[in-house]
């Protein structure tokens, strides 16, 4: 059982569980964490990445600068589990929420499930940070965590507990990781996982056979990479689409070529989104802890080419 000091009043919302049944979902606490923090304590930052996890741990704002001309950057990357519709979202607050937000990147995997369709995460994302409904904070709700910890655990603490059955930092740290860098933090250490050239191959013979057995299992980026570029175009912050790297061979994966045929569509669409980076970024298996999540050299080389590639994209007017 893991603890972690996260006084009540910082979860004065429905947002956050409290499950007594399930562990917490981490994908939850690293979201409530970044959108009720980061934009608040980095007044100064103007450069935004969102997308999932492999950005999260991909991308490091420090490195990723060094090949800007000028600017601060803050990772606001979490979880696929949120999918466009949750990536608009968390968009959508942080025009609201920062001062002069003038780029917002957003990095993605073809591993993913790429989806504009809302689901269950992203529709809260919306109620709880986006909708009038967020201002709704009746007075007990600021005890429900020592009352859940009463009731479930027999104590009264103004402390989060979850359980977590892999090796990984506990929450106090991972906080401490984030305000440290800006939203990123490095890729916990977890033992027993499968070669991500397993994995890949798996993935890719699934897809395959998912996509022929039924087309509505193709990726569908339009619809979602439009509403984000129509609703950062309108607020003259400029939006581009990177796609992380990957250690399976997917350049004739169905998946991938039907993601870059509507990539190069979207482009055609929006000519100011244009960044120059390769779909697939395909990189050797050793670079990578899992399917997802790339080692500490892999991050910093991740970090340096996506600098690179952002810096000439937002010189070129």
């Known amino acids: 059982m893991l603890t972690a000091n996260v006084p009540f009043h910082d979860i004065y919302s429905n947002f956050i569980e409290l499950s007594p049944v399930h562990n917490e979902n981490i994908a939850r606490l690293i979201l409530w964490e970044k959108l009720t923090t980061l934009p608040q304590n980095t007044p100064d ?9 492999s950005g999260f741990y991909g991308l490091v704002p420090e490195i990723v600068e060094s090949q800007l001309q000028g600017g601060k950057l803050l990772n606001m990357n979490c979880c696929s589990d949120i ?22 990147l957003l990095s993605i995997t073809p591993h993913a499930v790429l989806s504009d369709q809302p689901n269950d995460l992203s529709t809260q994302l919306r109620q709880q940070f986006i909708l009038p409904s967020k201002l709704l904070k009746f007075p007990s709700m600021r005890y429900r965590l020592p009352i859940s910890n009463l009731v479930f655990h027999r104590e009264w603490r103004d402390e989060l507990w979850f359980r977590r059955a892999e090796e990984r930092k506990t929450w106090n740290e991972m906080r401490d990781a984030l305000t440290t860098h800006r939203g990123w933090a490095p890729v916990p250490e977890i033992t027993g996982r499968k070669s991500p050239k397993v994995r890949c191959m798996r993935w890719d013979a699934e897809k395959q056979a998912a996509i022929k057995a039924n087309r509505d299992e193709a990726p569908s980026l339009l619809p979602g990479l439009r509403r984000i570029a129509e609703f950062t175009k309108g607020r003259n912050i400029r939006f581009f689409v990177v796609f992380n790297p990957v250690s399976c061979p997917l350049e004739s994966n169905p998946v991938v070529q039907e993601i870059r045929r509507q990539m190069e569509q979207f482009e055609q669409e929006h000519p100011e989104t244009r960044i120059r980076m390769k779909i697939p970024r395909v990189w050797d298996e050793d670079r990578f802890h899992d399917i997802w999540h790339l080692r500490n050299e892999g991050v910093r080389l991740n970090s340096l080419e996506v600098g690179s590639a952002l810096g000439l994209a937002l010189a070129d007017r």
Do not use: C, W
Not at 45 to 53: K, Y
Not at 91 to 102: A, D, G, I, Q, W
């Open 45 to 53: 930052a103007d450069i935004v990445t969102v997308g999932d996890s």
């Open 83 to 104: 999918g466009l519709d949750g990536y608009f979202q968390i968009v959508h607050y942080l025009t609201e929420n920062m001062k002069n937000p003038r780029a917002i």
